[in-house]
């Protein structure tokens, strides 16, 4: 219980949780690690990943499926997964994806990730072009990077906000909670895959997901049917 208080403060803003989660072996597709943790704090997991308003999401405004990027712009797999989202974005219009963005290394990396978070929070409009320039850029110069990603968002340099550090230090903490080795890591309805996965990979998880959650409605209106009917 001391481990969800804990983790419930983290979550909410007000603390981070202190205790190490072992890490998980490395697979191509591992389905999501559910431990034991109380009713509340697996609520306030699952709101966190798919509608925490400081995680930036693109896509469908009311999506039927959200799909969760676990990414880094410093991560060359992680520029082929969103490569492969940005197909599914445009294959499935009533999805979407939200980024738990983080960064490791050198302040120069860490402060890309903090515009990026900058620009979700001050201007969301802009974020989309934003981050597909700075996914999209191959080079090694960091001025230029980020440079190229204003531009590409018509927007003008701006220097990135102090309270995004708190974010990107909760998405590792998320890491952790779920047993997650680093990035990519793609959450796709109970299913988690993990490294480079292919767009089909990605479309198969998609697909499997959006049925589940079909047949869930259907059964529901069934038995709202059956409820009448008495």
């Known amino acids: 219980m001391l481990e969800d208080y804990f983790l419930m403060l983290m979550l909410m803003g007000t603390g981070q949780a202190s205790s190490e989660v072992p890490p998980a072996l490395v697979r191509a597709s591992v389905e999501t ?29 009311y999506p039927e499926l959200t799909v969760v990027s676990f990414t880094n712009y410093d991560c060359l797999e992680c520029k082929e997964v969103d490569g492969n989202l940005e197909k599914l974005l445009k294959a499935y219009p009533r999805i979407a994806v939200t980024y738990k963005l983080l960064s ?64 990107i230090d909760v998405n590792k903490e998320f890491l952790k909670v779920l047993h997650l080795p680093g990035t990519p890591a793609t959450i796709i309805g109970d299913k ?17 997901a959006l049925n589940d959650i079909r047949n869930e409605k259907h059964l529901a209106v069934l038995k709202k049917q059956k409820i009448r009917t008495q």
């Open 104 to 167: 490791w290394g050198p302040e120069s990396s860490t402060a890309v990730t903090r515009r990026a978070l900058s620009v979700w929070i001050e201007q969301p409009e802009k974020f989309h072009a934003f981050h597909h320039a700075l996914m999209s850029y191959r080079g090694m110069a960091e001025d230029v990077r980020i440079y190229s990603a204003y531009r590409a968002a018509g927007m003008k340099l701006s220097m990135y906000r102090p309270d995004t550090q708190h974010i």
């Open 33 to 61: 690690v559910k431990p034991q943790r109380s009713p509340q704090t697996e609520v306030l997991i699952h709101n966190k990943l798919l509608n925490d308003p400081l995680s930036p999401r693109v896509g469908a405004a």
């Open 192 to 208: 988690t895959l993990l490294g480079p996965v292919s767009y089909e990979a990605l479309e198969n998880a998609v697909k499997t």
